[in-house]
């Protein structure tokens, strides 16, 4: 008898139970939406905030589960249980740390509740799925401008005052000190002070600077955790920033087989989100960039006189041959400046004495990497342009210190 009456209670509180969990429904007054701290940049940790809010008259309890891109690294929990009291609210809260740039998807919430009598956990989902872009990190760029220029960036910002070079605009006269150039002596001061005089210049603002990606298949070599182009990518912010402090303009241009992007010289903070926009789904191709395209274009849409950043890498004959055949196309009205990306590997083979044939071999065939890329780099400068070879390592800041020089001598 005990045993019926025990199968029968059982029964009852399962169709309870059943009921209970049909007839229970998440209440609308419940509301659970996701917001992030700030927008994804690569290697960057974000905030990801559930938050919870119990607008309806009673007690609610829920467990949640929020699903994030599993390619992000987490940081804390993305579940919790939460008991939440009438007109209350509450969020949970962890970290997301993106390692590459590109769209990546956030799903639905999911939302575990007790029914209504409190007899059965019920599943739902909340909010929608979530496309989140991960941009290039600009405070790594603002980093490496701050490491090569220095106080001189803060000075630009801050005071708007010009860096003081041999630009081409008259600043002031001042006293001759030993090793001034003779060319920059103002003979009519001088005859009406008695002593010698020396003009002062100023670095010319207002200029123009376009930087040229290649996102050809030398672009997709990895060095540590990133692309050759994360790394062009990072310094070409690098120069925008350091750009428009300077009072200069500052273009971009994407290019491999064709134009993928273009972004005509400005200035300014709207200019540099157009630029974040414009990279954060640029991907290096398997096939080779095609320069004449991409100069013949700058030839085209630049017909003020520009510094032309070229940030590309060359290993053989038949990609050299086309960049120094194709630079013709933008001398003598713009400046190029040839930036290649040095394997840094490759200087590591060739310091390391070989110890078998196998070392042997690769040591030779680095060092005629090596020999082709300065050949080629030389021949740049033959035509009238200028080249940097350069590590990724100090690729931002390498590249800043030369538009300076450029900036300071007057080149443009």
């Known amino acids: 008898m005990l045993r019926w009456v025990t199968l029968t209670y059982d029964l009852a509180l399962f169709a309870c139970a059943v009921f209970d969990a049909k007839n229970s429904k998440l209440p609308d007054g419940v509301h659970i939406e996701r917001h992030f701290g700030s927008r994804f940049a690569i290697g960057a940790e974000t905030e990801v905030r559930v938050e919870i809010a119990n607008h309806t008259a009673r007690d609610i309890s829920l467990n949640i589960k929020d699903e994030y891109p599993p390619q992000m690294k987490l940081s804390g929990a993305r579940q919790a ?84 070079g041999e630009g081409r605009d008259f600043e002031s006269l001042r006293d001759y000190v030993r090793g001034d150039e003779m060319r920059h002596i103002s003979w009519t001061a001088t005859a009406r002070r008695g002593k010698l005089v020396t003009r002062q210049y100023q670095m010319e603002r207002d200029q123009t600077i376009l930087i040229a990606l290649d996102t050809g298949r030398l672009m997709t070599a990895r060095i540590e ?86 940030l590309t890498d060359l290993v053989d004959e038949e990609g050299s041959a086309e960049l120094l055949s194709s630079l013709k196309l ?58 940097l070879d350069v590590t990724a390592a100090v690729l931002a800041p390498k590249l800043l210190e030369t538009y300076l020089r450029v900036k300071e001598r007057g080149l443009l």
């Open 225 to 310: 955790n990133e692309t050759k182009l994360d790394s062009a990518i990072h310094a070409a912010l690098a120069l925008m920033s350091a750009a428009a402090r300077a009072g200069d303009n500052a273009g971009l241009l994407v290019f491999g087989r064709r134009i993928k992007s273009f972004l005509p010289p400005k200035r300014g903070a709207e200019h540099l989100d157009a630029a974040l926009e414009a990279l954060h789904a640029v991907e290096p191709e398997m096939i080779e960039p095609s320069y004449s395209r991409a100069f013949e274009f700058v030839s085209a849409n630049s017909r003020r006189r520009s510094l032309v950043v070229v």
């Open 81 to 164: 249980r939460i008991d939440l009291d009438a007109q209350s609210s509450a969020a949970l809260a962890y970290g997301l740390t993106p390692p590459k740039r590109g769209v990546f998807e956030f799903g639905r919430i999911a939302v575990r509740y007790l029914s209504r009598w409190r007899l059965a956990w019920c599943d739902t989902v909340a909010n929608k799925q979530t496309s989140v872009k991960v941009y290039p990190n600009m405070r790594r760029a603002r980093e490496a401008e701050l490491k090569a220029l220095g106080a001189r960036s803060f000075v630009a910002a801050r005071r708007k005052s010009q860096w003081r």
């Open 330 to 387: 933008l001398r003598p009205r713009h400046l190029p400046l040839v930036v290649t990306i040095a394997d840094r590997d490759l200087k590591a083979v060739v310091r390391q004495p070989p110890a078998t044939e196998k070392d042997l071999f690769t040591q030779s065939v680095a060092e005629e990497i090596m020999y082709q890329r300065e050949a080629a780099l030389r021949l740049v400068e033959s035509q009238g342009g200028l080249a």
